[in-house]
């Protein structure tokens, strides 16, 4: 928004601002923010920063906490949902007394991953196009005891609410894929998401209501630059969760919410360009994709186990990646077939806009570290020309589903489990810690606190489990 200080000074100054938000990622992809007075909002701001106790987000050890945040003028927006005038700020984490990158800020990641793309002189940027799904609810109970487990969510458009109140209008198990009013009850709750979004200068392509018919939405943007497209991703779940809470509603981005429904997935379309053309483009090529674009392919399939560690890290994460639910589960490419980890969109065939998704992602992700681990994957594979076709990794274009036990073994699996997924990053994490992007302690302590969160999970008596054993 802005491009520099006096600018947004400015405009601090005529629109009446009396708060400065300033808001920042930890390092498992939540935001955190802290409040200034407007008259707070002084040059050295830019030098300086707010100080805050990186111990208390994951950031730091306690023995080392501070640190400073420096907001990116460039993020600057009106929030919507402050009663007083605020405007707010995405930030950078930077060391408290020397004021340099923080290496282990997420939002600096992201950018040395494309600073290091650069410098390989394969491409100037990478563009991303996440797409967003997410349940609506009305409700959301949930309690763990030592005597008591349970969770319970209501949804306004659930099958099962129809035999209560005779409405009628309610949408089946997997039927909500574009579903129309009145059945689809949550299109002025999405429009009023996009609107919040764009306000604050964050493009929409569209939004729609998704397969899952007891309240799933999706909303998209147009393809973006790295940093960009992860603010974005960012001010999607905020959005999205302060406009449901303001209308007495819930939003949740996890990916298996509900048992027996769709999950919430969050799929990266990606591309490269050089020189403002896209790297990824050949109009020979039976599908449009050129050599690069194959390399990086097979780079991002190689990493794939690992890669999971950052884009599905948690536990329930794995519980969407199951057979049925057009989720991937295996390690191949291909075109249309949304079983397969990355897909080659049929519908994508302008010169600038031929891409590929990376499907198995959810939202679950920090997405600085999630774009920045598949972008390293990917750069990996063009600058060791990995085939993915020589490694097994397709193209596959049938539906693996009808194929046989056997035949279906020769695919290469995704991980199953968070536990399968860390421990691929522990055995492969060289292209990550390549020229110091990811720092390695850092990839540790996530191993370490990922193990932790699956252990807790599994230690834990399920209320399936007893109802399933309790007579024996």
């Given at each position: 928004?802005?491009?520099?200080?006096?600018?947004?000074?400015?405009?601090?100054?005529?629109?009446?601002?009396?708060?400065?938000?300033?808001?920042?990622?930890?390092?498992?992809g939540?935001?955190?923010?802290?409040?200034?007075?407007?008259?707070?909002?002084?040059?050295?701001?830019?030098?300086?920063?707010?100080?805050?106790?990186?111990?208390?987000?994951?950031?730091?050890?306690?023995?080392?906490?501070?640190?400073?945040?420096?907001?990116?003028?460039?993020?600057g927006?009106?929030?919507?949902?402050?009663?007083?005038?605020?405007?707010?700020?995405?930030?950078?984490?930077?060391?408290?007394?020397?004021?340099?990158?923080?290496?282990?800020?997420?939002?600096?990641?992201?950018?040395?991953?494309?600073?290091?793309?650069?410098?390989?002189?394969?491409?100037d940027?990478?563009?991303?196009?996440?797409?967003f799904?997410?349940?609506?609810?009305?409700?959301?109970?949930?309690e763990?005891?030592?005597?008591?487990?349970?969770?319970?969510?209501?949804?306004?458009?659930?099958?099962?609410?129809?035999?209560?109140?005779g409405e009628?209008?309610?949408?089946?198990?997997?039927?909500?894929?574009?579903?129309?009013?009145?059945?689809?009850?949550?299109?002025?709750?999405?429009?009023?998401?996009?609107?919040?979004?764009?306000?604050?200068?964050?493009?929409?392509?569209?939004?729609?209501?998704?397969?899952?018919?007891?309240?799933?939405?999706?909303?998209?943007?147009?393809?973006?630059?790295?940093?960009?497209?992860?603010?974005?991703?960012?001010?999607?779940?905020?959005?999205?969760?302060?406009?449901?809470?303001?209308n007495?509603?819930?939003?949740?981005?996890?990916?298996?919410?509900?048992?027996?429904?769709?999950?919430?997935?969050?799929?990266?379309?990606?591309?490269?360009m050089?020189?403002?053309?896209?790297?990824?483009?050949?109009?020979?090529?039976?599908?449009?994709?050129?050599?690069?674009?194959?390399?990086?392919?097979?780079?991002?399939?190689?990493?794939?186990?690992?890669?999971?560690?950052?884009?599905?890290?948690?536990?329930?994460?794995?519980?969407?990646?199951?057979?049925?639910?057009?989720?991937?589960?295996?390690?191949?490419?291909?075109?249309?077939?949304?079983?397969?980890?990355?897909?080659?969109?049929?519908?994508?065939?302008?010169?600038?806009?031929?891409?590929?998704?990376?499907?198995?992602?959810?939202?679950?992700?920090?997405?600085?570290?999630?774009?920045?681990?598949?972008?390293?994957?990917?750069?990996?594979?063009?600058?060791?020309?990995?085939?993915?076709?020589?490694?097994?990794?397709?193209?596959?274009?049938?539906?693996?589903?009808?194929w046989?036990?056997e035949?279906?073994?020769?695919?290469?699996?995704?991980?199953?489990?968070?536990?399968?997924?860390?421990?691929?990053?522990?055995?492969?994490?060289?292209?990550?810690?390549?020229?110091?992007?990811?720092?390695?302690?850092?990839?540790?302590?996530?191993?370490?606190?990922?193990?932790?969160?699956?252990?807790?999970?599994?230690?834990?008596?399920?209320?399936?489990?007893?109802?399933?054993?309790?007579?024996?």
């Amino acid at each position: 928004m802005f491009t520099n200080f006096v600018d947004a000074s400015d405009y601090v100054d005529q629109h009446h601002i009396r708060m400065i938000d300033l808001k920042f990622s930890d390092l498992w992809g939540r935001w955190h923010h802290v409040t200034l007075s407007a008259t707070e909002f002084e040059p050295d701001l830019m030098d300086s920063g707010v100080g805050f106790d990186g111990s208390s987000v994951g950031l730091k050890s306690v023995k080392s906490g501070d640190m400073a945040l420096i907001p990116d003028l460039s993020t600057g927006f009106l929030d919507p949902f402050c009663t007083v005038p605020t405007l707010s700020f995405i930030c950078s984490t930077v060391e408290a007394d020397t004021k340099s990158d923080f290496v282990r800020d997420p939002r600096q990641i992201a950018k040395r991953a494309e600073q290091y793309l650069i410098s390989t002189g394969i491409a100037d940027c990478s563009v991303w196009g996440p797409e967003f799904e997410f349940y609506v609810f009305e409700s959301a109970y949930f309690e763990n005891n030592i005597n008591s487990a349970s969770y319970r969510f209501e949804a306004a458009e659930a099958c099962w609410n129809s035999p209560d109140t005779g409405e009628g209008n309610y949408i089946p198990s997997h039927g909500g894929y574009h579903a129309i009013p009145p059945k689809d009850k949550l299109f002025d709750l999405r429009t009023n998401i996009v609107l919040a979004l764009e306000s604050a200068n964050i493009p929409i392509k569209y939004h729609h209501h998704e397969v899952g018919g007891p309240g799933q939405c999706e909303i998209e943007t147009p393809l973006l630059g790295l940093i960009k497209s992860a603010d974005a991703a960012m001010m999607v779940k905020y959005m999205a969760k302060m406009t449901a809470a303001k209308n007495n509603q819930t939003v949740t981005f996890l990916p298996k919410p509900l048992f027996g429904e769709a999950g919430n997935g969050m799929h990266f379309h990606q591309l490269l360009m050089l020189d403002k053309k896209n790297v990824f483009y050949d109009m020979m090529n039976k599908y449009l994709l050129s050599q690069s674009a194959f390399y990086y392919i097979g780079g991002l399939l190689k990493h794939a186990p690992a890669v999971m560690a950052f884009t599905n890290p948690t536990t329930n994460s794995y519980r969407r990646l199951v057979p049925g639910y057009e989720a991937p589960v295996n390690c191949f490419f291909s075109s249309g077939n949304r079983s397969a980890a990355i897909r080659i969109p049929k519908y994508a065939t302008q010169p600038d806009k031929v891409r590929f998704e990376f499907r198995p992602p959810d939202a679950t992700c920090n997405p600085y570290l999630a774009m920045a681990a598949m972008l390293l994957a990917g750069i990996d594979g063009i600058i060791n020309k990995i085939d993915p076709t020589a490694e097994g990794f397709g193209p596959i274009d049938e539906n693996i589903f009808t194929w046989s036990k056997e035949k279906r073994t020769a695919i290469k699996s995704l991980p199953t489990t968070l536990e399968e997924a860390v421990s691929a990053l522990e055995s492969d994490h060289a292209f990550l810690v390549n020229q110091s992007i990811f720092d390695k302690e850092m990839i540790t302590e996530w191993i370490a606190t990922k193990r932790a969160e699956d252990s807790e999970i599994r230690t834990r008596p399920h209320p399936y489990e007893i109802e399933k054993y309790f007579d024996i």
